[in-house]
């Protein structure tokens, strides 16, 4: 290049962050969320991302234990969600929409075949 012309920053060009990277941090921080309280039977949490100007809107997928306070969880992982998107992506956020495929009871995993009322 040459000639000592330092260029200015908006002329360098731009960083684009593929979709499934950020599903990929979406799904690592609802896991980081669920930490402790997700056996081992459950299926990791899966995310998938549209990315529009600049902001991600997230869907989650995953399986809660119950009883439990699902409305807690879902709050604790849109909040991760949000803060490691912003965090590792720079972009924000707008909406962290949670779908809770499965609810797993003590109850119903006995493996024995009976049925519980």
């Not at 260029?7 to 896991?31: C, F, H, L, N």
């Not at 997928?61 to 439990?68: G, N, Q, R, T």
């Amino acid at each position: 290049m040459g000639g000592g012309r330092e260029v200015e920053p908006a002329e360098r060009g731009a960083t684009r962050i593929a979709d499934r990277v950020v599903a990929k941090i979406a799904s690592r921080a609802a896991r980081e969320a669920l930490s402790g309280t997700a056996a081992a039977h459950h299926e990791p949490p899966h995310a998938s991302v549209v990315v529009h100007e600049g902001s991600a809107r997230v869907r989650v997928s995953l399986e809660l234990d119950y009883p439990a306070d699902v409305g807690a969880r879902c709050r604790a992982v849109r909040g991760r969600v949000v803060e490691r998107v912003r965090g590792l992506a720079g972009m924000e956020v707008p909406e962290v929409v949670i779908t809770v495929e499965r609810l797993h009871s003590p109850h119903s995993d006995r493996g024995d075949g009976e049925r519980v009322r």
